[in-house]
């Protein structure tokens, strides 16, 4: 089954979505950056041996032209595959984290509101906070039990959504969620989706 804005894998009847996460673009553009500095700098490697070991120059120039290319080819693939499936889902009962661990599996990560606790969300540097694109992180009560401190780590029980776009709202949203589930479950059914915009433009 492939997941999509309105259907998951798993999905339990009558559960509701109320948003769907997914990666920033920009995140993924910055993959794909760092795919083709990797395929420049094998260019400038076997280039540079071309030129110092001249009796085999043409074997090298052969080779620095077609491992780059072949970087290129598979690392766009591989970003764009990764890119579609990473997607997240939160819902009225749950998020659900669908994890891409290689080009053909993935990894399906779920949290219920009665096992969250607690959301977290930080940006990872300055350029990305001015950009609005940062980390979710919900933590399980499995993780609280176990920390005597402020928890400033993840367990295998958190879920983690990274390169959200507006990541503190979802964060507030979410925390709204939990609060809800808790204190005022008949409410749950009011709750409206999750809207990526600023404040004042959602609804």
Do not use: C
Not at 129 to 139: D, N, P, R, S
């Amino acid at each position: 089954m492939i997941n999509t804005e309105n259907l998951f894998y798993g999905q339990q009847e009558n559960e509701r979505i109320l948003y769907v996460a997914r990666p920033h673009f920009i995140a993924g553009f910055t993959n794909l950056i760092k795919v083709f500095l990797v395929a420049f700098v094998t260019f400038l490697v076997f280039f540079f041996l071309g030129k110092e070991i001249s009796q085999i120059s043409n074997i090298f120039y052969i080779i620095g032209t077609i491992t780059p290319l072949t970087i290129i080819i598979i690392g766009t693939k591989l970003v764009d595959n990764f890119q579609k499936r990473n997607i997240s889902y939160i819902t009225d009962r749950r998020i659900i984290r669908f994890d891409p661990s290689t080009f053909f599996a993935t990894n399906i990560r779920t949290l219920s509101w009665d096992e969250a606790v607690k959301v977290k969300t930080y940006s990872p540097n300055i350029l990305w906070k001015q950009l609005k694109i940062g980390t979710v992180v919900v933590h399980a009560r499995t993780t609280v039990k176990t920390s005597d401190e402020n928890i400033s780590h993840t367990s295998a029980d958190d879920i983690e959504l990274n390169d959200i776009y507006l990541y503190r709202d979802l964060g507030n949203y979410i925390d709204k969620i939990l609060f809800t589930y808790k204190q005022l479950p008949k409410e749950m059914a009011n709750i409206r989706s999750f809207v990526p915009k600023p404040k004042g433009e959602r609804y």
